[in-house]
């Protein structure tokens, strides 16, 4: 597509729910990047996807955190029994190859309530 | 570990004032930096890296290693560079990601 997709882009959820967070990123960019802000704070790094491997997820905060990548293509970050300390809005960012002239999509900004 | 520092949450300047957006690193190698830019209602987006040594929109920003700075300057600031700006760090080589500042709000008013 014409640029980085991100869906839904706004969730609330019920503490202790699970929920399903989707990218798609620009056609043909092999690296894909999950990134979460929280309220008047920097963005903070969760997972790398070069292809559909992982070769850096040190930033997932804990094991409630998953994600997968489908090829080069959908990416799909996971986030099991919500707390309220989730609550953030979630970016996601491609590349093509290793260059880091990321294109962001618009994110999603979830709600744990 | 890589860590980058932004200093001012907001900057208030004058339209026509000149602007210096403050940024600091901390890496032990050779770094590359980013200066990414959301405008309102917008997605944040590349705005220039300093190995393009280019100019975006009046903007340049300098890599001086000797104070791990890369500030972003533009002589005269517009109303339209009003917008959150961060600042962002990559290790260089086949480093898998960049480490963002906390960003800096500037507000140019009339």
Redesign the interface.
């Known amino acids: 597509g014409a ?1 980085v997709s991100q869906s839904p882009s706004n969730k609330v959820t019920e503490k202790g729910k699970d929920v399903e967070l989707r990218c798609d990123p620009i056609s043909g960019h092999t ?1 894909l ?1 999950w ?1 979460r802000q929280r309220l008047g ?3 903070e ?1 969760l997972i ?1 996807f ?1 292809g559909n491997s992982a ?2 997820k040190s930033g997932l905060p804990s094991d409630r955190f998953s994600a997968e990548r489908t090829g080069e293509s959908v990416s799909t970050l996971t986030i099991q029994r919500t707390q309220q300390e989730d609550s953030a809005v979630y ?1 996601c960012a491609s590349s093509a190859g ?1 260059r ?8 999603t900004r979830l709600t744990v309530v | 570990a890589q860590r980058v520092t932004q200093p001012e949450k907001l900057l208030s300047v004058f339209k026509g004032a000149p602007v210096e957006l403050k940024c600091n690193y901390s890496y032990s190698g050779s770094p590359e930096l980013f200066w990414y830019v959301q405008y309102s209602r917008q997605r944040l987006q590349l705005l220039l890296r300093h190995i393009s040594r280019e100019s975006i929109k009046g903007f340049t920003a300098d890599l001086n290693k000797g104070e791990t700075s890369f500030h972003l300057k533009k002589p005269f600031a517009q109303e339209e560079d009003s917008a959150m700006y961060y600042c962002a760090l990559s290790g260089g080589g086949t480093a898998s990601k960049l480490t963002f500042g906390t960003g800096t709000r500037l507000q140019v008013t009339l």
């Open positions: 640029g690296a990047y990134y704070q920097g963005l790094f790398y070069q070769p850096d970016l290793q880091l002239d990321y294109t962001f999509g618009s994110g």
